[in-house]
Nanobody, 121 residues
Framework: QLVESGGGSVQAGNSLRLSCAAS????????MGWFRQAPGKEREFLAG????????FYDVSVKGRFFISRDNGNYMLYLQMNSLKPEDTGIYYC????????????????WGQGTQVAVSS
C-alpha cells in the first residue's frame, strides 16, 4: 500500500515536498516513481528512482526543478518540487514496480491514491 501526502495550493515559484509512505518490508525490491495527472489529461511519468536510490530519471518537463529521493530504512519516497508553475497543477501519484521499464511506462504493480497540487499564477 502506498499513501501520498504533502499536496496543497501554492503560488507559482514556490516549493512543495510530497511524501509517499509504503507499508511493506519489501520496499527495497521496488523501483519507485512519481506521476502526475493534470486536469483533462492522461497520467504521465515525472520521475523515477531505482531500488537502491543510486539512479534517478526525470521527464524533461520537470528536470532541474523536481528531485526524487527515497529512505529505504523508513519505507519513504519523496518528491521535492521547486519553482512550481501553473502547469504543474494536477493529482500526483507515487508508484512502485520491480521492473524499471514497467515503472516508466506506468504499468506498475502499486499505485497510491494521489495527492492534489494546485499552482496559481
Amino acid at each position: 500500500q502506498l499513501v501520498e501526502s504533502g499536496g496543497g495550493s501554492v503560488q507559482a515559484g514556490n516549493s512543495l515536498r510530497l511524501s509517499c509512505a509504503a507499508s511493506t518490508y519489501t520496499f527495497t525490491d521496488y523501483n519507485m516513481g512519481w506521476f502526475r495527472q493534470a486536469p483533462g489529461k492522461e497520467r504521465e511519468f515525472l520521475a523515477g528512482i531505482d531500488w537502491s536510490g543510486t539512479n534517478d530519471f526525470y521527464d524533461v518537463s520537470v528536470k532541474g526543478r523536481f528531485f526524487i529521493s527515497r529512505d529505504n530504512g523508513n519505507y519513504m519516497l519523496y518528491l521535492q518540487m521547486n519553482s512550481l508553475k501553473p502547469e504543474d497543477t494536477g493529482i500526483y501519484y507515487c508508484a512502485g514496480d520491480p521492473n524499471w521499464g514497467r515503472l516508466v511506462a506506468g504499468q506498475v504493480e502499486y499505485w497510491g491514491q494521489g495527492t492534489q497540487v494546485a499552482v496559481s499564477s
